[in-house]
């Protein structure tokens, strides 16, 4: 065994990239395994600020990066992230892709824009990057996989069968596109793609039996969860640990560690219910300490306190055996923090996220008041260095959510993180 995974357990935007930069370090292989460029991953890396939205943030450690099956594969956004990482002299040529994953082509992200259009205020909030409708293709058994992409002969075969299905369901298409238009742009993009391409589920396991160090990458955060997720206010894949043997293509008994990584306090993009988001101006101090803005799409975040609820239910999908509590400082200089230990929902506490949008929507949060911290520890190097209020804010969550606090984080640098438990592969 020599799987470790890292997986966003809130809404996603908890700070992944950091940790999985953290841990590629040691690892020899780096996958992606869910979602596409939906996904927004901001790595400090030599002095440099890179913001990638597609490619594993393993890409700068110089070590194998896989694309797994379960993603969502858009080739004009891959072929641009890849020159985006050659500009800055980063090299993509360990880059493998799964022949199995499926292929974002531009109607896909017309028909997100006229979904969200259609639901009109019920919107999912997407990030319009044609991800719902490619996963709707592949369950419908009309996706095209890679593998008929970068064959061209099969690729303009597969989009005759499936274009005019879907102009038949959204004639607007017909306005914007045909199968000729796409085809003579996307095959280009197939020919710079297709040395890339291979059976990413075979090469894994190849490493897996050989011992190799393999780090799979969550992208999105658990509560976005197709299944466990805040449904419909989701995305359209399984972004948890629970996600990583369908879109790695491997087993499960190949994961040792899942490493969950949480905020100190929770943030929420898109539409969808939000148990304990503040609509005061604690929530706005928050978001501006925080920088709470979308790396993909720009858009404010929404915030709120520490919800053990959500972090609960993710550690059960994802069976996560340690957390990554990041942003530990922007909750320095309240006087008081609250953390939501439950719901109540008609008079009876519950500890599990009902399954409708509308009962999450009714639950009221059950909050202890913890004393906070006046103290900036942005340059603590250890937990005994942390304010002892701060200290005991760590070892509550560590109770409600019954998972310890393996690493936190006091900045956006690197050596501002301190680990407590070294992650062994
Ligand atoms: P989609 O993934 O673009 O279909 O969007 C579905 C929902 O997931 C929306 O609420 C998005 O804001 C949210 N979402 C998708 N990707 C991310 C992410 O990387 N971070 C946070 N939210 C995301």
Redesign the pocket.
């Known amino acids: 065994m020599a799987g470790v995974v890292v997986v966003g357990s809130m ?3 908890e700070g992944k990239g950091k940790v999985t930069d953290y841990l590629a370090q040691k690892a020899d292989a780096v996958v992606r395994y869910a ?1 596409g460029n ?3 991953h901001t790595i400090v890396y030599d002095g440099k600020k890179f913001a990638l939205k597609l490619i594993p943030s393993g890409i700068f450690s110089g070590h194998e990066v896989i694309m797994g099956n379960g993603m969502v594969v858009n080739p004009k956004a891959f072929l641009e992230e890849v020159r985006y990482l050659n500009d800055a002299g980063i090299d993509t040529s360990r880059i493998k892709v799964s022949d199995r994953c499926h292929v974002i082509l531009p109607y896909h992200l017309e028909i ?1 824009a006229i979904q969200e259009k259609r639901k009109g205020d019920k919107n ?6 044609g ?2 409708p490619t996963y709707v293709d592949k369950y419908s058994r009309i996706g095209i996989r890679m593998g008929e992409f970068i064959d061209e002969e099969l690729f303009l075969e597969r989009l005759k069968e499936t274009f005019p299905m879907k102009v038949m369901e959204y004639p607007e298409l017909e306005e914007k596109y045909s199968v000729e238009s796409i085809f003579e742009e996307y095959k280009e993009y197939a020919k710079a793609i297709k040395p890339l391409v291979c059976d990413t589920g075979m090469l894994l396991d190849e490493y897996l039996q050989q011992d190799r160090k393999v780090l799979f990458e969550g ?3 658990a509560m ?1 969860d197709i299944d466990y997720g805040t449904y419909p ?4 894949s399984h972004p948890g640990a629970n996600g990583v043997c369908e879109g790695a293509g491997i087993g499960p008994l190949y994961i040792k560690e899942a490493i969950g990584i949480i905020k100190a306090y929770t943030t929420r ?4 219910p939000f148990p304990t988001e503040l609509f005061d101006e604690v929530g706005d101090l928050i978001r501006e300490r925080g920088h709470e803005y ?1 790396t ?1 799409t720009q858009r404010a975040r929404r915030t709120g306190w520490f919800d053990a609820v959500v972090v609960n239910q993710s550690r059960r999908m994802s069976s996560l055996t340690g957390i990554s509590l990041m942003l530990l400082d922007v909750l320095s200089g309240f006087e008081t923090i609250k953390i939501c230990k439950a719901y109540r929902l008609d008079g009876k506490e519950i500890y599990g996220l009902p399954s409708t949008v509308k009962d999450i929507e009714r639950v009221e949060p059950v909050y202890e008041e913890m004393p906070g911290w006046q103290e900036d520890i942005t340059h603590v190097q250890s937990f005994e260095e942390l304010p002892v209020h701060c200290q005991n804010y760590i070892r509550r969550i560590e109770e409600l959510i019954h998972c310890p606090v393996v690493m936190f984080s006091v900045g956006p640098d690197r050596n501002q993180t301190v680990v407590l438990k070294d992650i062994q592969f």
Not at 233 to 236: D, G, I, K, L
Not at 269 to 272: F, K, L, N, Q
């Open positions: 809404w996603g935007d979602g939906n996904a927004g997100d999912i909030g997407t990030t319009k990057k991800i719902g992208a999105q955060g976005l206010f989701v995305t359209s993009v898109g539409s969808g979308g993909v």
